[in-house]
């Protein structure tokens, strides 16, 4: 049997253990979420924080929906950032949200840590495989489940080390949602429609 060696099979995400989770959001995907938690009946948005802001290509768009984004990153990379650890050291203050591409070997800590640190919600970007994992489902979902998973319809693209509107994928994303507003018996599910061309902007590749 040959591999297959197409291109959107061989970018699938894969990060070495040591080096750093460099895989810059869309920011067309992060106001799908926003876009999704208006229309959910979710607001006003106050307070956010973004706790791997990367190259603050996911608190761009939080700060068009939220008054004020708390934006920090373990790594410095040159846009201004306070370098900090998220999960080193004592608590951080609450916040409103929540709102991160977790790096993905460590994406349940940064769970925990945010649903202990945040009063109105929590939301994650992962891959959506993130669902599967006897482990999780014990440790993680089914102690804390999230209130809603939002699966795209789209490919989420995501690069290496860079932010660019080209591309392709083997990889689907979906948004993880802790509602702490609401109590519910059954994590709901529900489709992000195509709209990337609808929240897509050009000066978001500039």
């Known amino acids: 049997m040959t591999q297959n060696r197409s291109t959107a099979v061989m970018q699938r ?99 925990e840590r945010a649903l202990a640190t945040s009063t109105e919600g929590v939301a994650m970007i992962v891959r959506s495989a993130f669902l599967e994992g006897v482990g999780r489902h014990t440790r993680l979902f089914s102690q804390s489940p999230p209130t809603d998973v939002l699966q795209f319809t789209e490919r989420v693209v995501m690069h290496k080390g860079k932010l660019s509107a080209k591309g392709s994928t083997a990889t689907a994303y979906c948004w993880l949602v802790w509602d702490l507003c609401e109590c519910v018996e059954q994590t709901r599910f529900h489709w992000i429609p195509p709209c990337r061309k609808l929240l897509e902007k050009p000066e978001d590749y500039l």
């Open 13 to 111: 995400r894969v990060e070495p253990h040591h080096s750093l989770d460099d895989y810059p959001t869309p920011p067309w995907g992060t106001r799908a979420l926003c876009e999704w938690l208006i229309a959910a009946g979710i607001a006003p948005f106050n307070l956010a924080r973004d706790p791997a802001a990367n190259r603050g290509h996911m608190v761009k768009p939080l700060a068009e929906y939220f008054t004020h984004v708390d934006a920090s990153d373990i790594h410095d990379y040159g846009v201004g950032f306070p370098v900090e650890d998220y999960l080193f050291g004592p608590p951080p203050d609450s916040v409103d949200w929540t709102i991160t591409n977790p790096p993905f070997r460590l994406a349940e800590q940064f769970i």
